[in-house]
């Protein structure tokens, strides 16, 4: 944990400013140590260089749901060099240009695959928050950028100061949680004035398919070992590798069929992998697509401009 780090957080249970107790330190960060609440005298480990800023209480669903995550993309914690493409596609029509010289905040950073995107493109100072062990991969993935600082937290319960962070994104992660728009509430006070909050969503238009033949497999898969639903994932990765290269790989750009998978076409088979254990998760919103259009309740919490992109999935701006 770098030393200026501190002047972001606050205590995620009462927002009370924190302050570094005993602290041991390798290579000038903080390595170990403890975070204490002026106000409501919580205290918060840091560990391993990472302040761990759990509120007391957290749901069973959103742990069980962080640990499916941290058991993903610790299996596939590698960076790979086609996500910068992937990232740029799924915040257009921003650019890299929207990073530079801003305070960052990634909201659910997984393994620090855009904290490193976002660091690349000039950002000013990255924050990467996420609930599960993931983090422990965000810091690895990240330890040699000096702009970069990952936290493990809720992000319903977000502990950053108001107004603190110049543009915040969230891809692909407020729809697991079980409530959607209590992420948005709780993320649009962090930003400034003259913020902007990018957030990629799953939308229930064009997926009803997933709703028909998914959710009902994911009945037996939420409820079996992480380490089965990872070998029954590869059962379904290899025929639909082999069905994008060939079938799928002849007709696109054919008139009148375009579909999301396309994506797939550029990315290895160790991620369409790990895309497939996605469905088996333990949330019931997780890939059930109930967040489906946006609502006006939304835009009132983030004023948010949505689009509506490549048949599954909505993009929205603030």
Request: glycine share 8%; charged share 20%.
């Amino acid at each position: 944990m770098k030393d200026r780090l501190l002047q972001w957080l606050v205590c995620p249970s009462c927002r009370g400013d924190l302050s570094l107790e005993a602290a041991a330190r390798e290579a000038g960060e903080i390595w170990d140590g403890e975070l204490s609440c002026a106000r409501c005298s919580a205290r918060y480990a840091v560990t391993r260089g990472i302040p761990r800023l759990l509120p007391g209480a957290l749901s069973a669903t959103a742990l069980a749901t962080a640990e499916r995550f941290g058991h993903e993309w610790t299996r596939f914690a590698e960076i790979r060099h086609e996500y910068e493409a992937q990232f740029l596609g799924w915040i257009a029509p921003l650019g890299r240009d929207i990073f530079v010289g801003r305070r960052v905040l990634d909201a659910g950073c997984g393994k620090g695959r855009h904290l490193r995107l976002a660091s690349y493109f000039g950002a000013q100072e990255v924050i990467g928050i996420d609930l599960g062990p993931a983090v422990e991969m965000a810091a690895q993935n990240t330890a040699d950028l000096a702009n970069v600082h990952v936290v493990q937290a809720d992000l319903t319960r977000p502990p950053l100061r108001a107004g603190s962070m110049e543009l915040i994104y969230s891809i692909g992660v407020l729809h697991h949680l079980q409530e959607p728009v209590s992420g948005f509430r709780a993320l649009a006070p962090l930003l400034s004035p003259e913020g902007l909050f990018v957030a990629w969503l799953y939308a229930r238009e064009g997926n009803g398919w997933v709703l028909t033949l998914v959710d009902p497999i994911r009945w037996l898969t939420r409820r079996l070992p992480l380490a089965v639903v990872s070998g029954l994932a590869w059962v379904l990765t290899l025929p639909l590798w082999a069905a994008v290269r060939t079938v799928y790989g002849c007709l696109r750009g054919k008139a009148g069929w375009a579909v999301p998978t396309g994506l797939l076409l550029t990315i290895h088979i160790r991620v369409v992998n790990s895309l497939d254990i996605d469905p088996a998760g333990p949330n019931a919103v997780t890939l059930g697509y109930k967040l489906t259009t946006p609502r006006t309740s939304w835009v009132a919490v983030t004023r948010i401009v949505a689009a509506w992109c490549q048949w599954s999935y909505w993009r929205s701006m603030s």
